[in-house]
């Protein structure tokens, strides 16, 4: 896997002419296009291009039947089963429409051969990025989103509600944007046009740090994360009532909110997939606890620092990631190979010496920057239940270190 920078999928967008005026097509983006939907169904694509190297092209509905999706989106995106009947309306919409979008940025390619869309991988190496972790194809979408409404002349409508951020100036964007789209495309109603106006301001809001659009309407508070996904709740209705006296992750489990495990399972083996293939493409493989009884051992083992089991909400975090040796893994971070059980004077070693890798990723510019200081501050206020480290300057490894060694230390 070619590890992507932010340039190179500006490079990437800028080999291409995405004018709908030229064009005509309304479905560069669609309802589904959501960042975790768009992630998920370019990592069933290129998890179906791994187990069938010999078949070029494919359909929505072989990506949809295939073992790998049938498996994780089932149960994530609580989807009926793809073997019944009558899912094959709502499973086509699930994937066709990111597929469409896929294909009209030229990260995949349509052939139409009579009334069905054949589809085949054209980048691969952008089609990975985007499949590896809702961020990725968040930003993927952002700076799309971004040249589709360059190239055919309208970004001037949301720099405009961007920077004045009035109803006026949503009105003036949200009509704007329908008006062309009736005017350039086969859509010729307005209800239809609104549905697309979300998923194309939202995340250019999010990216501004800005207020976008909710229920039709321009949002009371700027737009949050949570606010783009498919499969999230808003938090802000979901801690509307929480009781002073519970914590967020308390009253999350207690109102049934709290991360599922099918989602918890399907990101962590995302992650884990991810950190084993950074670990050999950057540090070859080498482990990151320096032991030199077993230095020449490759890291083939990832081990989670809190265990996934405890700590669903942080299972995914790279920074909660780590490449140990079988050795390691097995005998001195599990003692006696027993997975259930966790040595805490081992997890501190593997939480310094994760600070350390850390901070020498961040400080490489030549690295994929996959990791985030409060990221890893987040890990370890959730798995020490130590809110000092949310006031922890931004980078002070230092400071991170001590304070991990002085929760250890009581």
């Known amino acids: ?12 967008l800028s080999q291409h002419n995405y004018d709908i005026r030229k064009t005509g097509n309304a479905r560069w983006i669609d309802q589904k296009c959501a960042a975790d939907v768009v992630t998920i169904v370019s990592d069933c694509i290129v998890q179906y291009a791994e ?10 509905m072989d990506i949809w039947r295939d073992e790998y999706t049938i498996e994780n989106v089932e149960a994530i995106f609580k989807k009926p ?24 940025a030229g990260v995949i390619r349509k052939d139409k051969r009579g009334g069905r869309n054949f589809y085949a991988i054209a ?12 961020p990725n194809a968040l930003k993927f979408l952002q700076l799309y989103i971004s040249k589709v409404l360059s190239d055919s002349g309208i970004k ?29 495309t086969k859509i010729n109603g307005v209800v239809e046009c609104n549905r697309i106006f979300i998923k194309v301001l939202n995340p250019l809001a999010f990216q501004n740090n800005k207020r976008g659009t909710e229920r039709g309407r321009l949002s009371k508070y700027k737009i949050t994360y949570d606010m783009l996904m498919y499969n999230r709740n808003n938090f802000r209705d979901i801690y509307a009532d929480k009781p002073k006296g519970l914590t967020r992750r308390q009253y999350a489990v207690q109102i049934g909110h709290d991360l599922m ?58 920074e909660n990631l780590i490449a140990l040796t079988p050795t390691q893994h097995l005998n001195f971070a599990h003692p006696n190979g027993n997975t259930r059980k966790i040595d805490p004077a081992y997890q501190q070693i593997c939480l ?59």
């Open 51 to 60: 187990h069938n190297p010999d078949t070029e092209y494919f359909t929505s």
């Open 261 to 318: 495990p099918q989602l918890s399972t399907y990101l962590s083996q995302k992650a884990k997939r991810l950190m084993r293939s950074f670990n050999d493409s950057f540090r070859d493989g080498k482990t990151e606890v320096f032991d030199e009884r077993h230095i020449a051992d490759l890291a083939t083992h990832i081990h989670h620092i809190f265990p996934e089991a405890d700590y669903p909400a942080i299972c995914a975090y790279l």
């Open 1 to 12: 896997m070619r590890w992507l920078k932010d340039q190179d999928i500006k490079d990437f």
């Open 156 to 184: 001037y409508l949301f720099d405009d509600f961007f920077d004045k951020q009035s109803k006026i100036a949503y009105e003036e964007m949200k009509d704007g944007f329908s008006n062309f789209t009736i005017a350039n």
């Open 123 to 134: 980048n691969r190496d952008v089609l990975e990025y985007i499949s590896i972790r809702e």
């Open 352 to 410: 310094i010496a994760k600070a350390e890798t850390i901070k020498e990723t961040i400080a490489d510019e030549n690295r994929e920057q996959i990791y985030d200081f409060s990221n890893f501050m987040y890990v370890l206020f959730v798995g020490l239940e130590n809110e000092a480290f949310l006031e922890i300057e931004d980078g002070d490894f230092d400071d991170a270190v001590s304070a991990i060694n002085l929760a250890y230390a009581r």
């Open 81 to 104: 089963n793809p073997g019944e009947e009558m899912a094959r309306n709502e499973y086509d919409k699930f994937f066709q429409q990111p597929m469409e979008m896929l294909a009209y």
